[in-house]
């Protein structure tokens, strides 16, 4: 779908309420391809965590330069903010995190091999290579940045890597 500003396209990848639009989302993930430097939308009342997955990424506020590659932090910021990203070395893929102040937030926390304990969710696991995700029920079988959501309480058991994100009501 188009950025709401726009300049490229985005993948939503789950939203919170699941029909919910630019303007009313809790939680929002996507997934987008930077191909050509340019603004970011702005997002009144969120809070953002920006996190590269392929590529390197350059985002450029009023008061700071950041750079981003794939084993970066991410990178935490107002959607108020002026922001413009130029990819650096041609395209740059991104995971984008939004959580509106006074209903949700969000911990992203970068996840390998092993096992992860009991945690509310809900949560989304994000791949960063091939992945193999075991939960209560069922074991998933992802490809490099599929996602899946884990509802409610969750323990996992994982074989590869990715990003978590763990949601909570404000």
């Known amino acids: 779908m188009p950025w709401k500003n726009g300049g490229g396209l985005t993948l939503p990848v789950a939203t919170d309420p699941?029909?919910?639009?630019?303007?009313?989302?809790?939680?929002?993930?996507?997934?987008?391809?930077?191909?050509?430097?340019?603004?970011?939308?702005?997002?009144?009342?969120?809070?953002?965590?920006?996190?590269?997955?392929?590529?390197?990424l350059?985002?450029?506020?009023?008061?700071?330069?950041?750079?981003?590659?794939?084993?970066?932090?991410?990178?935490?910021?107002?959607?108020?903010?002026?922001?413009?990203?130029?990819?650096?070395?041609?395209?740059?893929?991104?995971?984008?995190?939004?959580?509106?102040?006074?209903?949700?937030?969000?911990?992203?926390?970068?996840?390998?091999?092993?096992?992860i304990a009991a945690q509310q969710g809900p949560a989304l696991f994000v791949a960063t290579a091939p992945s193999t995700v075991r939960g209560p029920r069922e074991a998933l079988r992802l490809e490099m940045h599929d996602a899946a959501f884990l509802e409610e309480r969750f323990e996992l058991l994982l074989n590869g890597a990715g990003i978590l994100i763990v949601f909570s009501k404000t």
């Open 18 to 56: 699941a029909e919910a639009g630019f303007d009313d989302f809790h939680w929002r993930v996507s997934i987008a391809e930077i191909g050509k430097p340019g603004p970011f939308s702005r997002f009144e009342g969120v809070d953002r965590a920006l996190v590269v997955l392929a590529g390197r």
């Open 58 to 115: 350059r985002l450029i506020f009023d008061d700071r330069t950041v750079v981003l590659g794939p084993e970066s932090e991410p990178a935490l910021f107002p959607g108020e903010a002026h922001c413009v990203g130029a990819p650096l070395g041609g395209h740059s893929k991104d995971l984008n995190v939004m959580t509106r102040r006074g209903r949700a937030s969000a911990r992203l926390d970068r996840v390998a091999s092993g096992s």
